[in-house]
């Protein structure tokens, strides 16, 4: 028996194994047509191949040599993360890999034939370059976990000038507490890590992404209450002021926060209790209730810099409870705030299609796609949000905001 090892990449439906890395015993002659050479199957399913390629460890093409690449579909059997919107574990396939038929080898050795790759020796994350998701600390009584993604550590370890770059908070929804990886991997945080988003911000930013011990909607009995209240209001702020203090290079003037449902509502919530702390917020189909918030809260969030962002196909929160009256609130009072509100959150990046071949349409909920995709640029009558009389996308907004 052969071995082989395991990609994991971050996709807009969360971590799937996208490659398997073939351990072989001798160097074979890349081709164009590995494909067919060899059958996948993943907990007894048929998985199939779309490319093969001889490669080097971390699957990079090679005229030849001693490892093969698969790339395999997202389907359910390659999944990293099960579960939904209100819960998640992590996964990790068993594949079953069979040679299909010979290899040509380098020199005069005999053609490679009738492996059988069966034992995993390991997953790579690509996509985790420069997330530590080992954290962890105290903060206003509670433990928790936390991840954050330090731009040095993909800038060759070249740390920014004291005080001259942004910090991210970003909260999770409610199906993703607890455990790090799934709070950063199934809904594609590491889009925040990357060089799109990270440009915008300015060229590098840290991101602080904590994973709450329940939900951030626990108002203090250990499960989610939509009563516009959390228990983890205090250890945030302690969270975030502490990171401010511990990394040189973030400037207290560009402190952001965001986040989506749960996270959506926590943003809110932060931006009530701590008004002068963030200079500007995403909240992202935020169960907030304005109904629920007082005069004084509001007032609070209208001195923040706020970007809704919501579809209006939302099944889970009502945004004609939360993201559209907030709106509408924030704008009475004259604050800075942009509502984008989808019609439906539709695959725009080309690449999902649905049976018909038209573009997937995604749950309503999953507005969060195109926030990572940086596909948010309207406000709530359909123009353009501009800065300056610039058009901006959310990101680029974000990135301009200054307390």
Same mark, same amino acid.
């Given at each position: ?5 395991t990609?994991?990449?971050?996709? @807009? ?16 002659? %890349? ?7 060899f059958? /996948?199957?993943? %907990? ?5 191949v779309?490319?093969?390629w /001889?490669?080097? +460890?971390k ?7 001693s490892?093969?690449?698969?790339e395999?579909?997202?389907v359910?059997a ?19 890999v ?17 492996l059988v790759?069966?034992?995993s020796v390991?997953?790579?994350?690509? @996509?985790?370059?420069?997330?530590d ?9 509670y433990h ?6 330090? *731009? ?13 770059v ?10 993703e !507490?607890?455990v790090?990886f ?14 799109d ?12 992404? *904590? ?9 203090g ?5 939509? @009563? ?6 205090r ?10 203090a +511990? ?7 560009? /402190? ?9 509502f ?19 189909? *935020?169960?907030w209730?304005?109904?629920l918030a007082?005069e ?8 923040? !810099? ?14 004609r ?9 924030l ?10 509100l989808?019609d439906?959150?539709?695959?725009l990046t080309?690449r999902y299609? %649905?049976?018909?071949g ?8 999953f ?5 990572y ?5 309207r ?11 610039? !058009? /901006?996308?959310?990101?680029e907004?974000?990135?301009l905001?200054?307390r």
């Amino acid at each position: 028996m052969a071995t082989y090892r395991t990609i994991t990449a971050a996709a @807009d439906m969360g971590a799937y194994v996208s490659k398997l890395v073939l351990n072989l015993p001798r160097d074979v002659v %890349d081709a164009e047509d590995l494909a067919d050479a060899f059958s /996948v199957h993943a %907990d007894g399913a048929d998985v199939g191949v779309l490319r093969a390629w /001889v490669c080097d +460890e971390k699957a990079a093409r090679r005229p030849s040599g001693s490892h093969v690449a698969l790339e395999i579909p997202e389907v359910k059997a390659t999944r990293r993360i099960g579960g939904g919107v209100m819960g998640s574990r992590e996964l990790m396939p068993v594949f079953h890999v069979a040679q299909r038929r010979a290899l040509a080898c380098v020199g005069d050795e005999a053609p490679l034939e009738g492996l059988v790759f069966d034992e995993s020796v390991g997953d790579t994350c690509p @996509d985790l370059l420069g997330w530590d998701l080992t954290r962890e600390g105290d903060f206003d009584g509670y433990h928790m976990r936390f991840s954050l993604f330090a *731009p040095e550590c993909v800038h060759g370890g070249r740390l920014p000038q004291p005080r001259s770059v942004p910090l991210l908070l970003w909260l999770h929804g409610a199906g993703e !507490p607890r455990v790090p990886f799934l709070t950063i991997m199934a809904n594609r945080v590491t889009a925040l890590g990357q060089p799109d988003i990270q440009a915008k911000l300015g060229g590098a930013a840290y991101v602080l992404v *904590p994973s709450s011990p329940t939900y951030w909607m626990d108002s203090g009995f250990g499960q989610m209450e939509d @009563d516009n209240q959390s228990r983890y209001v205090r250890a945030l702020g302690d969270m975030v002021r502490r990171a401010v203090a +511990e990394l040189p290079a973030v400037d207290p003037s560009r /402190v952001y926060v965001g986040g989506l449902s749960n996270g959506g509502f926590m943003t809110c919530r932060l931006l009530a209790d701590y008004p002068d702390l963030f200079a500007a917020g995403i909240a992202v189909c *935020p169960a907030w209730n304005d109904d629920l918030a007082t005069e004084a809260e509001v007032a609070a969030i209208a001195r923040t !810099p706020l970007w809704l962002v919501q579809s209006a196909d939302d099944d889970i929160v009502d945004p004609r409870r939360t993201s559209i009256p907030t709106y509408r609130h924030l704008r009475r009072l004259g604050a800075n705030v942009h509502l984008t509100l989808f019609d439906h959150v539709d695959d725009l990046t080309g690449r999902y299609h %649905d049976a018909s071949g038209a573009p997937l349409r995604y749950r309503g909920h999953f507005c969060w796609i195109e926030v990572y995709h940086d596909f948010v640029d309207r406000d709530a009558d359909g123009s353009p949000v501009t800065v300056g009389g610039r !058009p /901006v996308s959310l990101w680029e907004w974000v990135g301009l905001q200054r307390r």
